[in-house]
């Protein structure tokens, strides 16, 4: 069973200043486990639309419940797919991105769109979705909860991000979010990733492991 994820969320800017944010947001003092970002294709079609596709190495630290699960070789880097559609007619920015890597551990699928507020065109309208999936025997349902705690909390820092490159932008002090929406998604996530990481532990003791082009 997959898990479900869906945010929507009000940024006190500009459409084409969030765009602009979107491309510099990198480095920022809260991604400080996105290590490369890379534009391997990039395309204006005849309609004026701007396809690029990127690709991003994270790190992945295993919580230490997970390293008892999985080989000490695995790998801790995560490589990301990032495919996007910028549309200046409709106004809208859409990106799809997931993992490359640690597939059978788990996968995230995760699409957005910064659309212009029809009612506020000063401000940004932003739709977030994500999929995650683990196909690992017995612990699937405890990776998938833990897989989206630890979702929702990169969210949260994800936003801070982008604030923080609006702020170099514009030169004022970040002041754009809805920073009550933020808190009390950054509360569910603590919260959330507690509970997950209770239940992943108990499981982890209970049995051993068995060895068992794209845009949207």
Not at 9 to 22: E, N, Q
Not at 107 to 122: D, G, I, K, L, S
Not at 127 to 135: H, K, L, V
């Amino acid at each position: 069973m997959v898990k479900y994820f869906f945010n929507e969320m009000d940024i006190k800017s500009a459409w084409d200043h969030v765009v602009c944010a979107f491309w510099q947001r990198y480095p920022n003092p809260f991604s400080a486990h996105v290590l490369t970002e890379d534009v391997v294709y990039r395309e204006v079609t005849p309609d004026h639309r701007l396809l690029s596709r990127r690709l991003l190495t994270k790190t992945n630290r295993l919580p230490r419940w997970a390293e008892r699960l999985f080989p000490a070789h695995l790998s801790r880097s995560v490589y990301v797919v990032e495919d996007s559609v910028l549309d200046p007619v409709s106004r809208t920015l859409t990106t799809f991105t997931w993992n490359l890597n640690h597939t059978t551990l788990m996968t995230v699928e995760e699409r957005c769109m910064f659309q212009e507020n029809q009612e506020r065109p000063a401000w940004t309208k932003l739709t977030r979705e994500a999929w995650i999936f683990s196909g690992v025997y017995g612990f699937s349902r405890a990776i998938q909860e833990f897989g989206l705690a630890r979702f929702k909390s990169n969210q949260a820092k994800a936003m801070k991000g982008l604030e923080h490159a609006l702020s170099n932008l514009q030169g004022e002090p970040p002041q754009w979010l809805h920073r009550d929406a933020v808190k009390e998604a950054s509360g569910k996530a603590k919260g959330a990733a507690l509970a997950a990481s209770e239940t992943a532990k108990n499981l982890a003791s209970a049995a051993a492991p068995k060895k068992s082009q794209q845009f949207v």
